[in-house]
């Protein structure tokens, strides 16, 4: 009765601080933006739910991206073969004004990246995300995949020399294609 | 394509970084909805638990108020203080008050001494007997006060002579009376010195204690308690014949024997100083009977 709004106001912060840090992760981790701002409908909700029974959280950014990784990972194991193609991919490419060949350049390269990002596995895409795009450090970056930091220095460089192999060999292949 | 910068960079730009502006104000909305709906929910739970506080406080106010239980609390706390009186529990009013002002007086049986005089024991004594009685009114659905005072360790602890037991008795009596204006009777229990042959008799095979009721003729309420022995006396010899030894009035009596209290107040010696507690506790049922009998009797007038 006395805190009335805290709640209310506690998550609008927590929202407007961390919106786009978890999209940004859910729409590399799934490919689609539409599926990414589900998700990120989903991390908030889940946030918002436990800020009410949980009265200490030692690193709320790392606790957020904890809970955005764990909705990923559900997500992508309930529609594990359909996340490579989705609608957000051509809605985007229908707004962009660049000269056709230029675009068909341009959209076919992030094809590949994103079909290659796709193929990764969860936890490789999860720390390659998390590293690169999200810029956390190494420490925040085990403490949210929980794991240890020697782990997560390893995964990175394996997760990228996998993702470097699996471009190079496309971009070959479309090269020779468009030749 | 080289540095890792690089390919971060091709990651960046493969997706729409930003999500559309209407998707976050739309978000923040709900958002902001769904915490409200919650902290309604938690304030429902944290009213209809408050309200459920007052109702039971409610209740139990009542219950005090209305139906007695100030009583009842009231006893119990008197027990908590004095540690010392078991009184009635029940809804029922006690309206019986039972205590031995010689309470350490015992039985030879018990205490394995052969001088009368040393007759006297902390635990095994009359007290037990006026529990016995108080337990066999209860079984037959009358209330009663037993006082378990330790007279004889105050008498000792303040110096007094033996004389006195009547005056430290009256304490707790006049308190008991206070709190409980329910009390019609008073009974203070005593065993005689006398011989086992003058003090038991023998009904249907069995060994009775007999029985020897005492009455001031100095109290205030001496005629009320003199018609009061003589019933007892004559419901007694209708049921057990033999068990009272007659009403014998005392001239006087240290204290009158706080017979001036209250009307129906007596002294009865329940046998002697041979008899055992066994025997003792069968004179205490027959006599709870037929004081049973004598109230169950003014309840129907």
């Known amino acids: ?179 | 394509m080289q540095t890792d910068k690089d390919l971060f960079d091709l990651m960046k730009e493969a997706y729409p970084l930003n999500p559309r502006e209407d998707f976050v104000s739309v978000t923040s909305d709900q958002l902001r909805r769904a915490a409200r709906k919650l902290e309604r929910n938690r304030n429902m739970k944290r009213l209809s638990f408050a309200a459920a506080s007052i109702a039971i406080c409610a209740m139990a106010i009542s219950w005090l108020l209305f139906y007695g239980g100030e009583d009842l609390i009231a006893s119990k706390f008197k027990m908590l203080e004095e540690g010392k009186m078991s009184s009635s529990i029940n809804k029922a009013e006690p309206s019986v008050y039972i205590y031995q002002s010689h309470n350490l007086e015992s039985f030879l049986p018990e205490t394995q001494v052969n001088d009368p005089s040393e007759a006297f024991h902390q635990t095994k004594n009359i007290t037990l007997v006026g529990q016995r009685l108080s337990e066999s009114l209860k079984k037959r659905g009358i209330q009663s006060i037993h006082d378990q005072t330790d007279i004889a360790a105050i008498l000792k602890e303040k110096g007094l002579p033996f004389s006195k037991a009547y005056a430290v008795a009256r304490e707790s009596l006049l308190a008991a009376l206070k709190s409980h204006p329910s009390v019609k009777m008073i009974l203070d229990i005593h065993r005689d010195s006398k011989k086992r042959s003058d003090t038991t008799i023998n009904i249907n095979g069995k060994d009775y204690p007999r029985i020897e009721i005492i009455v001031s003729r100095s109290s205030d309420h001496y005629e009320e308690n003199y018609k009061f022995a003589k019933r007892l006396h004559d419901q007694l010899e209708a049921k057990y014949p033999g068990l009272s030894r007659g009403v014998t009035v005392k001239d006087d009596g240290p204290n009158h024997y706080n017979q001036d209290v209250l009307g129906r107040s007596l002294l009865l010696q329940i046998g002697g100083v041979e008899n055992t507690l066994k025997e003792e506790y069968r004179t205490a049922d027959a006599l709870a009977e037929v004081l049973g009998d004598i109230l169950k009797e003014e309840e129907a007038k």
């Open chain 1, 1 to 179: 009765m006395f805190d009335k709004d805290h709640l209310e106001e506690r998550i609008d912060e927590i929202y407007k601080r961390y919106y786009l840090d978890v999209y940004r992760f859910l729409v590399c981790f799934s490919g689609s933006q539409n599926d990414a701002e589900d998700l990120t409908q989903e991390v908030f909700i889940r946030i918002l739910h436990n800020l009410s029974n949980i009265h200490h959280i030692s690193n709320i950014k790392t606790w957020i991206f904890s809970i955005a990784k764990h909705v990923a990972v559900d997500h992508y194991r309930k529609k594990r073969f359909s996340s490579l193609f989705a609608d957000g991919f051509f809605r985007q490419m229908a707004s962009t004004e660049k000269e056709p060949n230029e675009f068909m350049e341009q959209s076919e390269t992030k094809q590949l990246v994103r079909a290659a990002i796709a193929k990764l596995k969860p936890h490789y895409r999860a720390v390659v995300i998390l590293r690169g795009i999200n810029e956390c450090s190494i420490k925040e970056t085990a403490e949210i995949l929980q794991c240890s930091e020697a782990k997560v220095k390893v995964d990175y460089h394996r997760a990228l020399k996998e993702l470097r192999k699996k471009l190079k060999m496309d971009m070959k292949e479309v090269m020779g294609n468009a030749n």
